[in-house]
């Protein structure tokens, strides 16, 4: 999912679309929605002049009321008829969904999807024709007799429509979920960064003032049938930060003194956003001297445990408040208020007011005006203790006046508007020291002071109804970048019950599990939830791509429940889309990751942050949402789930997903290049031609990969693609004078390109599906998945190659007597693989199954019938299948077809051995195995490998060596290449 964004409205600011006929509706049915967020009454949009007394006077508007209400108001030019909304919670500062419908003359309101009762009022009757040749103004009106014109705030998503949309219809543009080619819909400005109309009447509006963009969070939620409730609040990483003013030691800001300034014995607030680990002054205007009133002041300061102080002094006695222990100085982004009203103190950090005790000489108000300079980083009361702040600092405001809790959010969200009232300083310190405000006092920088790159904040406070009765309420906070659900750290998650009292401490009972990190929930599940309206709370930098996602447990029918909801919430929207599509199956990755939040994917939660073994919740609601249900194959959770659980099943008691394991089967070792490739390439033609009997099946002129996988789409069968993603490697070879000169040594410019260029010759084939793997284990993006496997089903029956062998040739195309086919590398590869025949070939293919889901889980995949998967670490897609010169030069194959099944014959038990060091403990099962062999050798061992230098290995072998007799022989046989191996001792390969 991309970044979404709103456009913030200031004063005196709106959009402007010009008229056009579509939007001429007469008396006839029409509909307008938006989203919406705001803490102030104003005109959402609208199509109306000021004057009256003619049908050119006609039009509507949409307007936001105190309390919440909602006004719906058309008009003919003559007369006008309107309808009010009960009061709703509009204007609380948080994301909410407006729609207005006129049908058959009935006006209609809903508000965050509910239709919400209505109080009609009028000098005509409706429908009253509405047409006219007016502007649209978003934002505001043109009417200049209505009280509420002007709208602050955040919109997004407006969309006009010549019809009355039903109530699902209504739900879908909620999120964002419209057809822009629906032949109704005559305007739809998404506010994605552009003022585009992505209807087809592409009438795109322009802006007026000071309008800009905000990354925001995007959020779907659903209240569903049988005690089903739904919410995942999203956030993409936004792609271009802001600057902050950095402040080391020595370092200060200072503005000027101003009148502005001096607050007297009224009220005022300071706020700011900060970034730092260590205690220090924030903002002050206080000297060191006493003993007058020009000696007065104040500051606001970060004491030790985050401890907050606002200190005022006239001079002559102090008055000051110092907060509760807070996470303040824990290294991460924070928004923080202090304000006097009336004589009283409050500190409010990241939104939320602080328990204040208070420290005095004198009572408040104390007055506090001076003719002392503003310091921002640093304070010249040279008795205070905690003078110097060292950290990042932006956002920083001094008012005439007491905020209120709502424009304190708008403080912290980066939505102050210059010419807000009672503004007397606003330094946003985006690298400038400028004042926006209308005193316009310019600060300036003195000794350690900088600018460093930031992201701003982003919240959203969301509710969810949930139903008496409802079994299990649970939820995650998912960090999207790393594919994994370990905490994301810098956000914060606050869950509220509908009595008000907050989960916030960690929990593991037979009815509640809280994992809590830092000041965040993490993971929670509750079983028998208090009935009535949660409300969860998020916060986060713009740039954490973050995904908290919330749901309950249905009572009956759990998984066609489930499916059935958020079917209808993520409906993909046609390809023409172009902003913030997404597919049923980004869904199943990040929003619907709590389909298994508490079975497999909670347990791993509860798992990786180290939570107790015993988790007595965890089975019944595993039970209850029945993790092992066809639901969660069909949207592909299957891999993810099984790779989690694998990772924490020794740690809480469950059976996990195998990786690896045993299985009766056959099997057969092929030596060299010149073996494995004419055996792959009739695999493929086998599946290709949908058998493997000889009869009809002939090589083609030229077996190239690319051209053998062309094969098997053309004739209507599958093929799957599975390769290391590259694009890193090659990135950093380009960008890094280190890594280009010892890279090089050992993977070529074209070499970091081979998988992409493969990616690209296969793009277009209509049954084959392509994956490029990234493997996120250590610190380089050398690290990489090398397995090498392939599996082959026709008419399933089923063979696998396990072994060593890229599909690179002449590298790998090697024989007995390993003479140079690669005269570029001077050498060639001489390498094994097995073939496998049985049912331990399934062992296998989950193997290949698992990997893909973690890398492609918008594709269902093949598990019957005739098809191909291949997983390799590279892949040249033009590697000859047969010798050089039959692809170079035509020359007839040495090689003609053969019927690679293996001959009936009695199966053996086989293990299917793993290394993966993706999972928190690395896999170790074939150096486990190669101990054990080790272990019980009684007459040699014979290691033949690129490269030998494990550890535990070489123990084993040197005890074997001590405790074996004198004619044990050990014979280890590694080729001479230094460069290669030592590349080989840095990088954590995952092999089959």
Known sequence: METDY???????????????????????????????????????????????????????????????????????????????????????????????????????????????????????????????????????????QEEYKQFTGVLE??????????????????????????????????????????????????????????????????????KY?????????????????????????????????????????????????????????????????????????????????????????????????????NGLWH???????????????????????????????????????????????????????????????????????????????????????????????????????????????????????????????????????????????????????????????????????????????????????GESVHVFIVKNPQPGEWKFAIRTTTALPVLFSVQTTPNQDVSTTINDTLEQLYGAPPATRAALSWSWRSVAKWAGITLAA?????????????????????????????????????????????????????????????IGGGNNGVASLIVDGRNYFPLFRDLLLAVQAGHYDPAGITPPAKPTFENLIKGISDAGNKAYVLMWDTQPIYHMMEHSDFLKYYLRKWLTGRDARRNSR??????GLPQVEVAMEKYSSGFLPINSQHQKLAVFSVNNVKCALVGGFNIITPPYWDDLDHPMYDHSNFHTWHDTAVLLQGPVVEMVEQEFNRRWANTRIDTEIANSGTYAKVACWQINHDSCF??????????????????????????????VLITESQFSQPVTKIKDKLVEKIKAATQYVYFENFAFHDADLVRALSDKLKSAGANFRLIINLPPIPPTGMITRIRRDSSI
């Open 6 to 144: 709103g456009m913030l409205i200031p004063k005196e600011s709106y959009l402007e679309i010009p008229s056009h006929d579509a939007y001429n509706f007469g008396t006839g049915d029409f509909t307008i929605t938006l989203l919406f967020q705001t803490a102030r009454p104003g005109t959402l949009i609208s199509r109306k002049s000021s004057e009256g007394g003619s049908s050119e006077c006609a039009g509507w508007l949409l307007t936001l009321k105190p309390d919440g209400v909602i006004k719906m108001a058309t008009d003919n030019g003559f007369g006008f008829y309107e309808v009010n909304s009960e009061p709703t919670p509009a204007l609380d500062g948080t994301w909410h969904a407006v729609a207005a419908i006129r049908r058959n003359g009935a006006i209609s309101i809903y508000f965050d999807g509910a239709a919400i009762a209505v109080t009609p009022r009028f000098s005509l009757p409706t429908p009253l024709d509405i047409s006219n040749r007016r502007r649209i103004v978003i934002g505001d009106c043109d009417q200049e």
């Open 157 to 226: 998503d407006i969309s006009l429509w010549n019809r009355a949309l039903d109530p699902a219809e209504i739900q879908s543009t909620m999120f964002n979920n419209i057809n822009p080619l629906d032949p109704a819909l005559v305007g739809l400005w998404e506010l994605n960064q552009d003022f585009t109309d992505s209807s087809q009447t592409r009438n795109d509006a322009d802006p007026i003032g000071a309008v800009r963009w905000l990354a925001v969070f995007h959020c779907v939620w659903a209240e569903s049938v049988n």
């Open 229 to 329: 409730a739904y919410c995942a609040i999203d956030l993409s990483a936004e792609a271009d930060p802001v600057d902050a003013a950095s402040i080391a030691g020595g370092g200060m800001i200072t503005a000027p003194s101003n009148p502005a300034y001096n607050f007297g014995t009224g009220d005022f607030t300071v706020t700011a956003l900060f970034q730092t680990k260590a205690p220090g002054t924030l903002v002050s205007r206080k000297s060191t001297e006493g003993g007058s009133a020009a000696c007065a002041g104040w500051l606001v300061v970060l004491n030790p445990d985050g401890v907050i102080k606002l200190a005022t002094d006239n001079g002559f006695g102090y008055y000051e408040v110092t907060s509760s222990a807070t996470l303040a100085l």
């Open 335 to 517: 928004g923080i208020a202090a304000v006097r009203r009336g004589g009283v103190f409050s500190i409010y950090l990241d939104g939320v007011s602080l328990p204040v005790t208070p420290h005095y000489s004198l009572p408040s108000p104390l007055n506090v005006s001076n003719a002392r300079r503003i310091v921002i980083g640093h304070c010249d009361q040279e008795q205070e203790p905690y003078r110097q702040f060292t950290g990042c600092i932006q956002d920083v405001t001094l008012w005439q006046r007491a905020l209120s809790e709502a424009e304190i959010q708008d403080a912290r969200f980066n939505m102050i508007t210059p010419d807000a009232s009672g503004l007397a300083g606003f330094w946003e310190l985006d690298n400038s020291f400028a004042d926006s405000s209308h005193v316009h006092n310019q600060a300036s920088p003195s000794g350690a002071v900088g600018f460093a790159e930031v992201h701003n904040q982003a919240g959203r406070r969301q509710t969810l109804k949930i139903d008496p009765g409802t079994p299990y309420l649970y939820g995650a906070l998912i960090n999207k970048d790393v594919n994994d659900i370990s905490f994301p750290n810098g956000a914060v998650v606050k869950v509220y019950q509908p009595d008000g009292s907050q989960l916030d401490q960690e929990t593991n009972t037979d009815d509640r599990y809280v994992h809590v990190d």
């Open 598 to 658: 508490a079975g497999a994917v909670a347990m791993t939660v509860v798992a990786i942050v180290g939570a107790p073994v015993t988790l007595p919740i965890l089975g019944g609601a595993a039970l209850a949402v029945g993790v092992t249900s066809t639901l969660l194959v069909n949207i592909g959770l299957e891999g993810d789930i099984a790779k989690q659980r694998y990772q924490v099943a020794d740690q809480i008691g469950v059976d996990p997903s195998p």
């Open 758 to 763: 493969t990616a690209a010759a296969l793009k």
């Open 882 to 911: 047969d010798q050089a010169d039959v692809c170079g030069c035509g020359k007839p194959t040495q090689f003609p077809y053969q019927n690679p099944l293996l001959p009936d014959g009695p199966q053996y038990p086989i293990d």
